[in-house]
């Protein structure tokens, strides 16, 4: 190959890699903005609100004896989410966080399960690893009672108070 | 874990005794061996030995046949067969769980079934709805103080908080609810408050310090864990009317867990629930062994039961948690000095 021939076929390299760049420069979306970053971060705490106000009893049809999640798990302390999903004894396999707040609700509570993919059970999950935010990942952990985020005031997420007494 | 300085000779004897020299060099270096050994002094004024028992946090709801119903029944039932039996029995507080008469007249029927007599103090769950007018009408002064066998012992009300419900125009629903959820910011801190503050001046005037002092809260009389109000907020003045005396004995509910603690002249003690175990909160403890083996959800009555202590003639006391279910440590399964 001659001088000649290595820079022509440099040059059609050269010139397939740029049309490239501009076509992915094309395709690509720009990183979010900082608005669209807020939208979502107001959803996941909309989500987050939500699953805490189940957390605390908004739902009667998952308890029929009055117990709520907070009862024994107040800030969602030794709820664990990190852990799972993790072998349960009791149900005798490896399970995910929402089975088992499902049998919480069923059997502690004797209340009515929630639809395993349902916005509610997504916001109770959401809680409960918004308030374990930055803890290790563990799957397994069986035996140790585990801590959320310290919550010094408030409900432990961003949230504006209602004034009636349930945040600050 | 030993106190050295104050152990006594009979203290040392004892312990030598019972768990070997090997136990007492172990632990004075700090290795922990699985025994707690918790030693105080005595006063030097003598009691009559006696037994009494804690029975507290039923958390009774307005439904019949609750669970929790039958576990206070049960509870009442194992104080009942205790031998010797308890002098009386302590109620600490939470006797409902959302502040209505039905569930106080539902718990005082229950514990109407003891064979010895019983005293209460009331907490937050029997409170707020009608601000213990029917606490009070079922159980009297929740401030009160009596002297049995050489020991005075005092009841008082910890879990006053300030008025968080006019400004925001709550009904007493609202105020009951809101002092019902553990976690809620506004409530604010609980406490004893200037008038039982200036009450227990005038109750201890005249004791000696040489007097053995026992005394009731619901919530506890040290700054545990102030997010879920495991703590009273004017613990601090409680304890310096109290500082006069050599030994004072502090027993709470509030906390439904065993755990353990001593500040100055004054060992506080937590008590289980007859409901459900509270988790430990992200707290570092002086005495981690006192802590109960996680509970089971599995089990419905794991980390529940009732307890009961032991007054020596020197004032020391042992400590007895009495659980439904097998969930102590082996540490504090055979009681523990306090």
């Known amino acids: ?168 | 874990m030993i106190d050295l300085k104050n152990a006594s000779r009979r203290d040392f004897l004892s312990i030598s005794g019972r768990a070997g020299l090997a136990t007492l060099v172990a632990s004075a270096v700090g290795i922990n061996v699985g025994m707690v050994e918790v030693l105080t002094a005595g006063t030097s004024k003598k009691i009559t030995p006696f037994r009494f028992a804690i029975l507290t946090d039923a958390h009774l709801f307005s439904i019949d046949d609750h669970k929790f119903d039958i576990f206070l029944a049960q509870a009442v039932e194992q104080v009942n067969a205790m031998s010797p039996a308890p002098d009386f029995v302590v109620y600490g507080g939470d006797i409902a769980q959302n502040g209505r008469d039905d569930q106080l007249v539902k718990g005082r029927k229950i514990l109407s079934k003891l064979k010895m007599p019983i005293h209460f103090i009331p907490g937050e769950h029997d409170w707020y709805l009608d601000m213990g007018a029917a606490w009070k009408g079922h159980f009297g002064s929740p401030t009160w103080s009596m002297n049995h066998k050489g020991v005075h012992m005092i009841g008082m009300n910890s879990i006053l908080v300030r008025d968080f419900w006019t400004a925001a125009g709550m009904s007493a629903k609202q105020r009951m609810d809101t002092m019902e959820m553990l976690e809620s910011p506004i409530a604010g801190p609980w406490g004893v408050r200037e008038e039982q503050l200036e009450w227990l001046k005038k109750d201890v005037k005249a004791l000696g310090s040489e007097t053995p002092v026992v005394v009731f809260t619901h919530s506890p009389l040290w700054d545990y864990y102030p997010r879920w109000n495991f703590q009273t907020e004017d613990a601090p003045e409680v304890r310096s009317i109290l500082s006069k005396f050599e030994r004072v004995m502090s027993f709470h509910g509030h906390v439904h867990q065993t755990v353990y603690n001593k500040i100055g002249n004054m060992s506080s003690v937590g008590t289980l629930s007859t409901s459900w175990p509270w988790p430990y909160p992200d707290v570092q403890l002086a005495y981690p062994e006192m802590r109960m083996t996680r509970s089971d959800p599995a089990m419905i009555q794991d980390g529940e039961g009732p307890q009961h202590i032991d007054l020596e003639a020197d004032f020391q006391g042992t400590m007895h948690y009495d659980p439904f279910g097998n969930m102590l440590q082996p540490s504090i399964k055979d009681g523990f000095k306090i």
């Not at chain 1, 990190?82 to 349960?88: A, G, V």
Request: aromatic fraction near 8%; glycine fraction near 10%.
């Open chain 1, 1 to 168: 190959m001659n001088k000649k021939r290595v820079w022509a076929a440099i040059g059609v390299l050269a010139a397939g890699g740029a049309l490239s760049l501009l076509v992915g420069a094309a395709l690509a979306r720009d990183p979010y903005t900082r608005e669209e970053l807020a939208e979502q971060e107001k959803a996941l705490l909309a989500s987050v609100d939500h699953g805490r106000d189940l957390w605390h009893g908004s739902n009667p049809s998952i308890s029929t004896n009055g117990l709520a999640c907070g009862n024994c798990h107040p800030d969602a302390a030794a709820s664990n989410p990190h852990t799972f999903p993790k072998y349960q004894a009791d149900v005798g396999k490896v399970i995910a966080l929402r089975d088992m707040i499902n049998w919480c609700i069923t059997t502690p509570q004797a209340g009515k399960p929630l639809d395993a993919d349902g916005d509610d059970m997504i916001a109770m999950e959401a809680y409960a690893f918004y308030l374990y935010r930055g803890k290790q990942i563990m799957p397994g952990l069986a035996t140790e009672q585990t801590s959320p985020v310290v919550v010094k005031s408030g409900v432990g997420y961003p949230k504006k108070g209602s004034g009636v007494g349930y945040d600050k």
